[in-house]
């Protein structure tokens, strides 16, 4: 079973809508998760983190954490060309030591 | 947020060949680094943990003795690909953090072994 999954994608959005991502863990004593955004080629960028249950927003994007049932979701309103991308989960296992999900690619439309 | 430099961007090597790669902390001092590799269209994998003034730690199925790390500073750690073969070809990125809270990564490395 791996650690952390999601779906591969891809996840096709028009312009202007809003792109939901979802990743599962399984690790329950997981703390902390992580959302990166990764382009063709580069190294993944730190969207957002998120430590406790429930929304945190920053910006176009709003990440949802549900520890009990472990699954983390982001969104991304009013989605663009430019957040065409692979979005990765990550958790993180211990100091700085990080396990990603494979990563889903979301191709916006316009 | 802090930086992290990893050099070179790309290599191409022949097979048998060894490759160094270096992973600088610049702005902060960072005990520990990681190396992770990743192949086309899936995800990062954990291969060691660099830990300075230390031996690294390396992940399950992961060659010591292939992937050679040194972390002689507080700001840098080499990564060596040594023998290297095809199917080392790979995108190598190192990542450091100054808390708990978040990794920063350095550019990767594409590295191509013909």
């Known amino acids: 079973q791996k650690e952390v999954e999601q779906n591969s994608g891809p996840l096709s959005v028009p312009e202007g809508a809003i792109a939901s991502l979802n990743c599962t863990y399984s690790?329950?004593?997981?703390?902390?998760f992580f959302w990166y955004r990764q382009y063709s080629g580069k190294s993944p960028e730190l969207i957002m983190f998120?430590?406790?249950?429930g929304d945190k927003e920053d910006g176009r994007f709003t990440a949802q954490l549900n520890k009990a049932s472990q699954y983390v979701s982001l969104l991304i309103r009013d989605s663009q060309p430019s957040d065409s991308a692979t979005y990765l989960c990550?958790?993180?296992?211990?100091?700085?030591?990080?396990?990603f999900g494979a990563g889903t690619q979301v191709v916006v439309t316009p | 947020g802090a930086v992290v430099s990893q050099h070179p961007s790309r290599v191409i090597c022949k097979s048998g060949t060894s490759v160094k790669i270096e992973c600088r902390s610049l702005?902060?001092?960072?005990?520990?680094m990681f190396w992770y590799r990743q192949f086309p269209k899936k995800s990062l994998m954990l291969m060691a943990t660099?830990?300075?003034?230390?031996?690294?730690?390396?992940e399950q199925g992961v060659e010591k003795d292939k992937f050679l790390i040194n972390h002689a500073s507080l700001t840098l750690s080499t990564l060596t690909v040594t023998s290297a073969h095809p199917e080392d070809s790979s995108f190598y990125i190192c990542?450091?953090?100054?808390?708990?809270?978040?990794?920063?990564f350095g550019q990767g490395t594409r590295l191509t072994v013909v």
């Open positions: 990550a958790v993180n296992r211990s100091w700085g030591k990080f396990q």
């Open positions: 690790d329950r004593g997981s703390q902390s």
């Open positions: 660099s830990n300075e003034g230390s031996k690294a730690t390396y």
């Open positions: 702005d902060f001092q960072a005990t520990t």
């Open positions: 998120i430590y406790s249950n």
């Open positions: 990542s450091a953090g100054d808390t708990n809270t978040e990794a920063f």
